[in-house]
């Protein structure tokens, strides 16, 4: 119960927001084997969105629990001068930075080769989870109406985005918070990845494919070689190019990126 504390869960966590909620919790002094258990795996507990996104970005970001905040600064209306900056604050430090680097790897993981294999993006590191949680009717679990969610973040190795999707009583899907959340998640990133300019990177966790996937492989780099030895090198592939030399001079994708596999490289050649 310790940890459950330490990372804010039960009880506010102070954003700028009106009506914000606690979540519920066992008493401790009621809690047995049984709660033990089941708040292991997140029943007979709920907790607010914001505190999860705060848990999880702690969790990731080297183990540092912040206030979360809505509002960056106040500006002077004529001016637009800044009367008021709100800058980040640390409430607490809940796990040591050598535990969050396991716990960013775990999760990545989950993305390359687990359940949350929906949210992977070529080329880019994002590490994340799934949940599938029943809904309570009367004081009882659901059988039949879930909430699917997905909670993820990227870059895997060195977080700047934090990504919640919750979507409750999806109809005419499989109740799995893979299959419904994280491609929504997928599509945030790729915005993310846009409006933060995040950069590529190629040393992530391969992702293991399905028979469903569209599948991706690592073009090989033949900036230098001649267009014989490039169109040796890129078999499988379907070549565009421009110029009237022999020489590779530029290639797109570059070389180590990762590319739909039969997909198009342009060359330029010199």
Same mark, same amino acid.
């Given at each position: 119960?310790?940890?459950?504390?330490?990372?804010?869960f039960g009880k506010k966590t102070g954003i700028d927001l009106n009506?914000?909620?606690?979540?519920?919790?066992?008493?401790?002094?009621?809690?047995?084997?049984?709660?033990?258990?089941?708040?292991?795996?997140?029943?007979?507990?709920?907790?607010?969105?914001?505190?999860?996104?705060? #848990?999880?970005?702690? %969790?990731?970001? =080297? /183990?540092?629990?912040?206030? $979360?905040?809505?509002?960056?600064? +106040? !500006?002077?209306?004529?001016?637009?001068?800044?009367?008021?900056?709100?800058?980040?604050?640390?409430?607490?430090?809940?796990?040591?930075?050598?535990?969050?680097?396991?716990?960013?790897?775990?999760?990545?993981?989950?993305?390359?080769?687990?359940?949350?294999?929906?949210?992977?993006?070529?080329?880019?590191?994002?590490?994340?989870?799934?949940?599938?949680?029943?809904?309570?009717?009367?004081?009882?679990?659901?059988?039949?109406?879930?909430?699917?969610?997905?909670?993820?973040?990227?870059?895997?190795?060195?977080?700047?985005?934090?990504?919640?999707?919750?979507?409750?009583? #999806?109809?005419?899907? %499989?109740?799995? =918070? /893979?299959?419904?959340?994280? $491609?929504?998640?997928?599509?945030? +990133? !790729?915005?993310?990845?846009?409006?933060?300019?995040?950069?590529?990177?190629?040393?992530?966790?391969?992702?293991?494919?399905?028979?469903?996937?569209?599948?991706?492989?690592?073009?090989?780099?033949?900036?230098?070689?001649?267009?014989?030895?490039?169109?040796?090198?890129?078999?499988?592939?379907?070549?565009?190019?421009?110029?009237?030399?022999?020489?590779?001079?530029?290639?797109?994708?570059?070389?180590?990126?990762?590319?739909?596999?039969?997909?198009?490289?342009?060359?330029?050649?010199?």
């Amino acid at each position: 119960m310790g940890y459950i504390s330490d990372f804010g869960f039960g009880k506010k966590t102070g954003i700028d927001l009106n009506g914000e909620g606690s979540g519920i919790l066992f008493d401790v002094d009621d809690m047995g084997n049984v709660e033990l258990a089941t708040t292991a795996f997140g029943q007979g507990i709920s907790v607010t969105p914001i505190q999860q996104v705060r #848990a999880v970005s702690a %969790v990731v970001n =080297g /183990g540092n629990l912040y206030m $979360p905040y809505i509002v960056k600064n +106040f !500006l002077e209306s004529e001016t637009d001068t800044i009367v008021k900056n709100i800058e980040p604050t640390i409430t607490n430090n809940v796990i040591s930075s050598d535990t969050s680097e396991i716990v960013r790897y775990a999760l990545e993981s989950v993305v390359a080769k687990g359940s949350g294999h929906n949210a992977y993006i070529e080329n880019y590191r994002i590490g994340g989870k799934t949940g599938t949680a029943q809904t309570v009717e009367n004081g009882v679990y659901s059988d039949s109406k879930y909430i699917l969610s997905f909670i993820g973040f990227m870059p895997a190795d060195d977080p700047e985005v934090v990504v919640y999707v919750a979507v409750q009583n #999806a109809k005419n899907v %499989v109740q799995y =918070g /893979g299959t419904v959340a994280a $491609p929504i998640a997928r599509n945030i +990133f !790729l915005s993310a990845i846009d409006v933060l300019d995040i950069s590529t990177d190629t040393e992530g966790i391969p992702k293991e494919y399905t028979w469903l996937d569209i599948k991706y492989v690592v073009v090989p780099d033949v900036v230098g070689k001649t267009l014989e030895d490039a169109r040796k090198d890129l078999k499988g592939f379907n070549i565009e190019y421009s110029g009237t030399g022999e020489e590779v001079v530029y290639q797109s994708p570059s070389g180590g990126m990762y590319a739909k596999d039969g997909g198009t490289v342009v060359l330029m050649l010199n």
